[in-house]
């Protein structure tokens, strides 16, 4: 009875624990989730921050706050955010739950000490949002990223968010020299999405709406629908190029009609007399009248000969 007691009282004690951890798991990520939120409410706050025309063209957004840079020559950093895209196939539509990622590698470049730096990510096509959704992604080599412009400087570089899948911004809370993300690696952090949702949950599920965003999740949520309630990316630029498509065969329908070309007759009507057309045949006989016209010496022959008869008449 005693051994019986033990053991229930050590499974609950094991079991308690384990529960108490899990908890304690599960409001890390509620906090990250919060800082992530307050870090996004702040740098869209920035007047010469992000601009609100490539904020309404990214399809992603990415926060990570407070990633830990380390670097004595070379640099490294390791951090814990979350990514939260926009729902639809098409990512037209309200933006979704968050999933965790985590962002880590190393940058080149002289930098020395050691920092905490807020980061903020946006994903600007639909590829560069498949690319994160299974795997991790080694940012510059799999997926192409740039500094993103801030405030008037995106007028003047209005191509750049064409060219680069990604466009980075950072804020750092104190000096640091050679800040990049170029190098770094961003993954789906399948732990911490199990903390948080209770479940092992893949990213690509969150991100269609398997799950609902978490309460923690509110004011990072708001802040982007808020701030870009709609895609305004312009997608016709695939559809441009089908529409020209088309307007080739037009000209290869004018030039199949020999009416309408008449430089082409000529040459249409050459090449079937040779051949079993007889009503190109008369027309070809005009050209053939000056021939025609050689025959009728040919009757007057006869009449050369008559002259024949003059020797008779010298006889």
Not at 107 to 126: A, K, P, R
Request: with cysteine; proline share 10%; charged share 15%.
């Amino acid at each position: 009875m005693k051994k019986l007691v033990f053991f229930s009282g050590l499974f609950l004690l094991t079991t308690s624990s384990a529960f108490a951890q899990n908890q304690q798991d599960k409001a890390k990520e509620e906090q990250r989730l919060t800082e992530a939120g307050t870090v996004l409410k702040e740098v869209l706050g920035v007047p010469e921050g992000i601009p609100q025309d490539l904020l309404s063209k990214a399809v992603c957004v990415a926060v990570y706050p407070s990633v830990i840079k380390a670097a004595f020559g070379f640099g490294g950093q390791y951090g814990r955010g979350a990514l939260l895209c926009r729902s639809g196939a098409d990512y037209k539509g309200a933006w979704g739950a968050p999933a965790m990622y985590a962002l880590e590698g190393g940058s080149i470049g002289f930098q020395l000490g050691v920092q905490s730096t807020d980061f903020v990510i946006l994903v600007m096509n639909q590829r560069g949002a498949e690319s994160l959704l299974d795997s991790k992604v080694k940012l510059g080599a799999d997926a192409s990223v740039a500094a993103g412009p801030k405030g008037r400087d995106a007028e003047a570089a209005t191509d750049v968010y064409m060219r680069a899948e990604m466009l980075t911004y950072s804020r750092s809370r104190g000096a640091f020299a050679g800040v990049s993300l170029e190098g770094s690696t961003m993954r789906p952090d399948e732990d911490a999405n199990e903390r948080l949702y209770g479940r092992r949950v893949a990213a690509r599920d969150i991100m269609h709406g398997s799950v609902s965003a978490p309460s923690a999740a509110q004011a990072l949520v708001s802040a982007l629908q808020s701030a870009s309630p709609q895609n305004l990316s312009t997608p016709p630029a695939n559809n441009t190029q089908t529409q020209t498509s088309p307007a080739a065969p037009a000209p290869t329908a004018n030039t199949s009609n020999p009416s309408t070309n008449p430089t082409t007759a000529p040459t249409a009507t050459s090449s079937p007399l040779p051949g079993s057309n007889p009503t190109t045949a008369p027309t070809a006989v005009p050209p053939a009248a000056p021939a025609s016209t050689a025959t009728p010496p040919d009757p007057t022959a006869p009449t050369a000969t008559s002259p024949a008869p003059a020797p008779i008449g010298g006889q």
